[in-house]
């Protein structure tokens, strides 16, 4: 029988202000321990969300960048009532917390982290995921060079153009369609990773119950770190998302404030697909 491993877990409701509850999952989506207060539908339903969500994001990694080393390290979900945070605890498990939107990042990360640890006599491997190998990188935006999406976005090529470290950007739809892309993004990269981020939009918005309960939450962007990279997933207004990528180096904190300073120009993009493909 799997052991209960929920005692352990109260560390971090304990002893991080605003912190919610927090989850220990199999990589199969199986609970192996939550915090006290929590239901066993939430804690079903969190798992088997946070396990599909990191089984697309792994699938992602070659959006990110190239590199020899492709390991997830972390997936951040904000909501406008609260944090997620997701990290390897092991081989084939995960560990969840949900928190208030003022809790103290750092600290929370590092209780996560130290419980990873605590938890190694009882879960094996070091706590990172070798991400999927999602084919070659061919350039700076990926794709066969001179290919493009079809549809060259020019607020976002000026974003990516400015940003070092800035790879490329994305505009989907509320139906998930990609509406546009920067330039030189093939249409093969923009259908597979829109593909994936609509699967990973979908379990964002399903963990909204964890972050706390607030009747009018709002799912605002989520954030996957790659040992070589970052994916940003950000609310674009109508249902729709922006799905950007940069280097791991790159200034993320400039990068985030221009994708959202620019969101609402993407606007005139958001007609149904037909509409939007006209010229």
Known sequence: MTTDLSWMLEDIVANVPKARHAVLLSADGLPRGATDGMSEKDVRTISAAMAGMQSLSRATSHFAGPGEDR????????FS???IFLI???QGAYLAAAAAPDVDMQ???FRMHRL?????NNLTSPPRVHAEDGGQDRGRHGGAAGSGSGIPIADLDEVIGEVHGARHAVLLGADGLPRGATSGMSQDLADTISAAMTGIHAYSRATAQFAGVQQDAAWRQTVIEFQHGW?????AGRGAFLAAAAQHDADIEEFTT???QVVPSLGAHLAPRGEASRT
């Not at 990873?116 to 190694?120: E, Q, S």
């Not at 994916?231 to 609310?235: R, S, T, V």
């Open 71 to 78: 390991q997830w390290n972390q997936t951040i979900i904000e």
């Open 81 to 83: 009532h609260g944090w």
């Open 88 to 90: 390897g605890a092991g």
């Open 107 to 109: 600290q929370i990360s």
């Open 116 to 120: 990873v640890a605590r938890l190694g």
């Open 231 to 235: 994916i940003f997933l950000i609310a």
């Open 258 to 260: 221009r994708l959202h």
